[in-house]
């Protein structure tokens, strides 16, 4: 199974989009929650480059740290459906 990793912020509509697609397509993953403010964002920002979230970490596909919830959605659509 997959071994993924997503940083979110809870009552971000863009990471429930991911988890809605996470649960959907059944795959196991461990949630990062990051602080609300972007400046204690530092974790999200070492992965990522940035400090927006939702941030997907997949190893076993080379993906180190994709940002933008569309992109992530078909990410995980076209890797995992």
Known sequence: MADLELYELEGCPYCAK??????????????????RSHDERTEVQEVSGQTGV???????????????????????????A
Request: aromatic residues 6%.
């Open 18 to 35: 991911v988890i809605e697609k996470l649960d959907e397509l059944d795959l196991n993953y461990e949630s990062h929650m990051v602080p």
């Open 54 to 80: 939702p941030v997907l970490v997949d190893p076993e596909n080379d993906v180190d740290g994709m940002p933008e919830s569309d992109d992530i959605v078909e990410y995980l659509e076209n890797t995992y």
